[in-house]
């Protein structure tokens, strides 16, 4: 089974600082995504990835950066965290179209 | 403007009642994920639909693609308490994905 692992299950913290959240997937998958889930608004995609070094906006990118330095790994970092970043952050990884494998979630909370 | 639009959002039924949930868009995808999601957790793929009008059943659940491969409509027969859930269907066109906004599914016993 594919796993993706997500570093934080709950994040606490405060206005200005730089955060990163880590994401790890242990089946070679070429495409690695992060998203933002809050309520009523669905899953929006914050930036995804195809490759190593490659990376793609998607469609809230603003106040957010990615880097994925291995294949496995594609880490997200909010440059100054801001109150209205509080939400889920959900990380997935997939090979091609085929179905996307999540993790379980990184609930941000920015006080 | 959201590409797949879900309806209800919300539908909160008692044990034994059979839903539909609905998922649809004005654009073709080359093929249309379901997912559910529990509180706390991930999605997690339940079916993939490829081909306009195809009709795939999980237990009780059963999944249809439009002939268009524009919409799908997901049935749940005899809703179980374990059904409870988000919904979220996705359409896939190359290596792009469109979620829905999805339906938060409430069984009572």
């Known amino acids: 089974d594919v796993k993706v692992t997500q570093s934080s299950r709950y994040l606490v913290k405060r206005t200005g600082e730089k955060v990163f959240l880590e994401c790890v997937q242990d089946m070679d998958h070429e495409n690695m995504f992060w998203y933002r889930q809050d309520p009523g608004l669905g899953l929006r995609l914050i930036y995804f990835s195809y490759d190593v070094k490659m990376k793609e906006k998607g469609d809230i990118p603003e106040g957010y950066s990615v880097s994925r330095e291995k294949k496995e790994r594609f880490s997200l970092i909010l440059e100054s965290a801001s109150t209205n970043q509080t939400s889920m952050y959900l990380c997935a990884s997939s090979l091609g179209g085929q179905p996307q494998h999540f993790g379980d979630g990184t609930r941000l909370s920015i006080l | 403007t959201q590409l797949l639009e879900q309806s209800p959002q919300f539908l909160s039924i008692q044990e034994g009642e059979n839903l539909t949930v609905y998922c649809n868009s004005s654009?073709?995808?080359?093929?249309l994920q379901w997912y559910r999601q529990e509180p706390g957790e991930g999605p997690v793929l339940l079916v993939t639909v490829v081909t306009g009008g195809e009709v795939k059943k999980l237990k009780r659940l059963t999944f249809q693609f439009g002939d268009a491969r524009k919409d799908s409509s997901l049935h749940i027969t005899a809703a179980q308490p374990g059904d409870t859930g988000l919904y979220l269907c996705a359409g896939v066109f190359g290596n792009q994905f469109y979620f829905g906004t999805g339906t938060s599914l409430t069984v009572i016993p």
């Open positions: 654009s073709v995808f080359s093929s």
